[in-house]
């Protein structure tokens, strides 16, 4: 019996049976929550919040953790919880947890990647020195982040702020290496050295269109192109530290300006003669202007804003006694709407569709807009946010499986002229040798952008949620997109575009009953 012991022992110590460790870690109760290590990945389960910490009780094993499972009903992560946990890469947190405590992450620097769901707070230090970290969304209900939450994430080349967001803390995002930053215009105050040192950063679009203010070291180190909303550009120019950045844009709606030529009548007004060289409806707007900087509708117009021939001059005339302008100088704009964005582009052979498929037979707005979620061969849109509701009406999910070897044309949800990629233009799409992608932020959304090597035509996919195959529900995936192809796998199982921030293939597959989405290609 004693041999038996030491044989027992012995095979503990060289790890040839599994031990496990448990800790109590929950507040108030500690026995609420509980740590249990096995191998390499550390278990968090109970119902409750977990404690705060200076060093947590599994701290002497934390170069030894890879994988952290939280299990739903954990309602935070603690202060210091994964503190050194320098070989941690994967994590998994649930729904139930609402707030991410002070140096929850602090020095793990092997995690390259984590999707937050709805928290609504992240704190101090929550996760400096991740830096290996690389992307990251911060959904709209996160209300509060932490001073230096992101401090030293040197690889975080891709972050959303969302809407929700008033404050951007101090040093925050303080030596990150994004080279662009969306600021909402929920934003209105920006902490001392927020985004200082981001050597990368050159762009910064700030959608408030009243200047922040801010101190010289918010942008330390940091000056070169600063977009602003439209209106707001000599508010900026004027304004202490924004007017430092070298370059400073409005973001305005895309026009046509023609020279013109203005002819006074007196009394009467203006006859401004214009040539837009469009043989498109311009719908022309006139503009005046003191001092070519501060532009005003000219109202009372009259003349011919319909067809403009090519090459052959307009004439409208402005009656600025009615407009109650009387005196001055004058400088005069033209302004039209540029023909619209094509509807699909050609990259590597296949011209894709510029926009998600929103509701069946129509597109999005927007190239950044989500659209709805399709199952596999179905034409029944589901919607992108909660309640569930899809394009007939109805709120109860399908759960059976889509049938069918392809998807057929009577089950195809894009507009007419378009239909639902093959795997092979999936994987046409992803040819790095044809096609650049590129991770990056499109007006506040994150996703991936093909361009095409020879052409220099690109498109914009969103990352998106999706919803889950056996109920519907809405699942969060922000580090990486769902887009599905027409083509099965076997009997339950289709293949689908996946990318991410570091990765784009067309060659994965999944249950058909995904509520995934959809971007067409043309016929």
């Avoid at 319909?306 to 004058?330: E, L, M, P």
Wanted: aromatic share 12%; net charge negative.
């Amino acid at each position: 019996m004693k041999r038996l012991f030491f044989i027992i022992l012995s095979l503990l110590l060289l790890g040839g049976i599994n031990a496990q460790t448990t800790w109590n870690c929950g507040t108030p109760i500690a026995t609420d929550v509980t740590a249990t290590l096995s191998n390499d990945t550390l278990y968090i389960s109970g119902t409750g919040a977990m404690q705060n910490f200076s060093y947590p009780p599994w701290d002497s094993n934390s170069n030894a953790i890879t994988t952290v499972v939280i299990n739903n009903g954990v309602t935070n992560i603690g202060a210091f919880a994964f503190i050194n946990c320098s070989n941690l890469t994967s994590i998994v947190i649930p729904n139930s947890v609402t707030s991410i405590g002070n140096s929850a992450f602090l020095d793990c620097s092997n995690l390259s990647s984590i999707t937050i769901p709805s928290v609504t707070s992240i704190g101090e230090y929550a996760f400096d020195r991740c830096s290996s970290l690389t992307s990251i969304v911060i959904p709209n209900s996160v209300t509060s982040i932490g001073e230096y939450a992101f401090w030293y994430c040197s690889n975080l080349t891709a972050i959303v702020i969302p809407n929700s967001i008033t404050s951007i803390r101090e040093g925050a995002f303080a030596d990150c290496g994004f080279t662009s930053i969306v600021i909402p215009a929920s934003v209105t105050s920006i902490e001392d050295v927020a985004f200082a040192y981001c050597n990368s950063l050159t762009t910064v679009t700030n959608f408030n269109p009243v200047p922040q203010n801010i101190s010289s070291n918010v942008f330390y180190n940091v000056n070169d192109t600063l977009i602003v909303p439209c209106g707001s550009l000599l508010a900026y120019k004027n304004a202490a530290v924004w007017k430092d950045f070298a370059t400073i844009m409005e973001d305005c709606p895309r026009v046509g300006i023609s020279k013109v030529k203005a002819t006074f009548a007196c009394p009467g007004g203006v006859t401004v003669t214009y040539n837009l060289n469009t043989t498109q409806p311009t719908d022309a707007t006139l503009y005046y202007s003191h001092n070519k900087r501060d532009w005003l509708v000219a109202e009372t117009v009259t003349g011919d804003l319909t067809d403009q021939s090519t090459g052959t001059n307009k004439s409208i005339t402005w009656d600025c006694y009615a407009d109650k302008v009387r005196f001055g100088k004058f400088y005069f704009k033209i302004e039209v709407p540029l023909p619209p964005e094509p509807e699909c582009v050609e990259i590597n052979g296949v011209c894709w569709a510029t926009r998600n498929v929103g509701a069946p037979g129509t597109f999005v707005e927007n190239p950044e807009d989500t659209g709805m979620y399709y199952q596999w061969n179905r034409n029944v849109g589901w919607s992108a946010t909660d309640p569930m509701e899809n394009s007939n009406g109805g709120t109860t999910w399908d759960s059976s499986m889509p049938i069918g070897t392809t998807w057929e044309k009577a089950n195809d949800p894009s507009p007419a002229g378009f239909r639902v990629p093959t795997l092979e233009e999936l994987e046409k799409l992803c040819d790095e040798t044809k096609v650049d992608y590129e991770w990056k932020i499109e007006n506040g959304i994150a996703g991936g952008k093909f361009t095409d090597k020879t052409n220099g035509n690109s498109i914009f996919l969103p990352v998106v949620s999706f919803r889950y195959y056996s109920n519907g529900t809405l699942t969060s995936a922000n580090s990486y997109g769902s887009y599905w192809s027409s083509s099965q796998y076997d009997s339950s199982i289709a293949f689908f575009l996946l990318f991410g921030s570091g990765y784009a293939g067309g060659w994965h597959p999944n249950n058909r009953s995904y509520g995934f989405s959809v971007r067409c290609v043309a016929e």
